[in-house]
């Protein structure tokens, strides 16, 4: 198994502009989890999903941030425009039984 | 909603030693408590976790204990070695969302 496959490893990129990250989930888990991992606020949970459908996107900081499910083996978050602010590294996890099972190895996102 | 306070922030040990790590939470709701260890430039790798209705868990040379009266759950890695060195997280939940501690960075000198 490849575990959680996230991609852009690293993105720099300009204020303003959208960026997209990308999240495989393992096969057969059912829930998809995105984080967001910073100095100042440690490990916080953006939104996730179960079957497919957003359960909880209490944590997406605001309208700017936006994720999608569209299968069970493929999500995204974007974010639109991006501000310096959202520098962060982004994790997605997907579980079966409980939360938080796998983790990918994140996206570093820089936002200049 | 739930706050996960963890400590110490560093740790320092000589190879061999035992570390410890604790947590406290605020939701007597929570029911699930994982560990989490986490390597530069990697994502967090679940290695221990405890439900509950269980007072300990252990799995070679790492065990977790929890005191729901108390809100306490502790971390325990015995025979340190250098490659446990890393950060690890501790988390509560009730539901599918984690709330996570700061995180302790171990050092392990050989």
């Known amino acids: 198994d490849a575990g959680v496959i996230q991609s852009p490893r690293h993105e720099v990129t300009e204020m303003g502009q959208e960026v997209t990250l990308r999240c495989k989930p393992i096969?057969?888990?059912?829930?998809l989890f995105w984080y967001r991992q910073t100095m100042m606020r440690g490990l916080e949970l953006l939104i996730y999903?179960?079957?497919?459908?957003?359960?909880?996107d209490s944590g997406m900081p605001e309208d700017r941030f936006s994720a999608k499910m569209p299968n069970a083996s493929f999500s995204t978050l974007k974010i639109q425009p991006s501000e310096p602010r959202d520098s962060a590294v982004y994790f997605c996890?997907?579980?079966?039984?409980?939360?938080?099972?796998?983790f990918g190895s994140g996206t570093r996102l820089t936002v200049v | 909603g739930e706050n996960v306070e963890q400590h110490p922030s560093t740790l320092s040990v000589q190879e061999g030693d035992s570390a410890v790590i604790k947590c406290t939470y605020s939701?007597?709701?929570?029911?699930?408590f994982p560990w989490y260890k986490q390597e530069l430039g990697k994502g967090p790798q679940l290695i221990i976790d405890?439900?509950?209705?269980?007072g300990e868990k252990k799995d070679q040379r790492i065990a977790v204990t929890l005191n729901k009266t108390a809100k306490h759950f502790s971390l325990h890695i015995t025979e340190t070695q250098p490659e446990d060195s890393a950060v690890y997280f501790c988390a509560a939940s009730n539901t599918d969302k984690l709330i996570f501690g700061t995180g302790t960075r171990l050092q392990v000198f050989p």
């Open positions: 096969s057969g888990h059912n829930s």
């Open positions: 999903f179960n079957n497919n459908v957003p359960i909880d």
């Open positions: 405890i439900r509950s209705n269980v």
């Open positions: 939701d007597s709701a929570s029911n699930y």
């Open positions: 996890a997907s579980s079966l039984a409980r939360p938080g099972d796998s």
